[in-house]
């Protein structure tokens, strides 16, 4: 009786083990959960068909595969989870060319929303050479704004701060500096009592909405840098003056038209087609 008792245990331990290994060996081949880039959770109303100049082209599952104009080029390549290799790579790879500008190439890896969580960026200046390497982390909030940026490992760290689903503060810390004073964002004037919605869930970072992302800032018209403010910003008031913006909208209160006029008198014309 004993001697059956000991054979069955063996026979127990011996199939569990071999199950363990099974539902390992499954597990192990099983493809992980892919970040999926999809506009539409930031567009909800639909792409606009350009941006500044720059017509938008997508691929059948609606993802901007290009940004062109006639002075430059906006090239998003997804990776397939198929063709990834064991080794982290990035799950898009941007690369931005054109008239007088030196190539950048951004290795995009994305959170389980499809946001930006780390990009590497790379510019190319002297015979298609790298020559500089940039880092950028990114947080976002429950509501998949974009909350904080660190670029170059800290040395520069970004803050847009959210009230109501609006940016009403951004804060910027240099080598571990705090600026003075931050940028104050408002959305009503003497010519508008009332917030504009921001229908066409638009988001210029570097523009109407203070950043150091560059060519980066592209990436949010992918779908990638979280979603939009809820209205559109009218003004900029940091210690260094005072940026306005004055928009233009259609019988659909989509914008088609955005003047900006920073605090030194620079203006520049922005359009938008849908």
Request: net charge negative; hydrophobic share 35%; proline share 4%.
């Amino acid at each position: 009786m004993k001697k059956n008792l000991t054979m069955s245990f063996l026979v127990v331990a011996v199939m569990g083990t071999i199950l363990t290994v099974l539902s390992c060996s499954k597990g192990d081949n099983e493809p992980e959960t892919v970040a999926v880039v999809n506009p539409q959770k930031v567009f909800m109303s639909g792409l606009p068909k350009s941006v500044a100049g720059m017509t938008i082209q997508t691929n059948e599952k609606g993802q901007i595969i290009s940004m062109k104009s006639a002075d430059k080029n906006i090239i998003f390549k997804y990776t397939e989870a198929v063709t990834r290799s064991i080794a982290p790579s990035p799950d898009v790879i941007m690369t931005v060319t054109g008239r007088d500008i030196n190539k950048v190439v951004c290795n995009l890896y994305l959170n389980k929303d499809g946001y930006v969580l780390k990009c590497d960026k790379i510019d190319y200046y002297y015979e298609d050479r790298p020559e500089t390497n940039h880092m950028y982390n990114f947080s976002y909030d429950r509501d998949g704004h974009l909350v904080e940026a660190t670029i170059k490992g800290g040395e520069e760290v970004w803050s847009w701060i959210y009230e109501n689903g609006d940016i009403t503060r951004v804060e910027r810390t240099d080598h571990g500096e705090k600026d003075d004073e931050p940028w104050k964002l408002y959305y009503t004037s003497a010519s508008h009592l009332s917030p504009i919605v921001n229908k066409g869930y638009l988001m210029l970072f570097n523009e109407n909405i203070p950043a150091d992302l560059n060519e980066l800032s592209f990436a949010y018209f992918a779908g990638m840098l979280g979603t939009s403010t809820k209205h559109l910003s009218l003004r900029v008031v940091t210690g260094g003056g005072e940026s306005n913006f004055s928009w233009t909208l259609n019988e659909s209160r989509y914008p088609t038209s955005l003047k900006f006029i920073n605090h030194r008198g620079r203006t520049e014309n922005y359009s938008f087609v849908w």
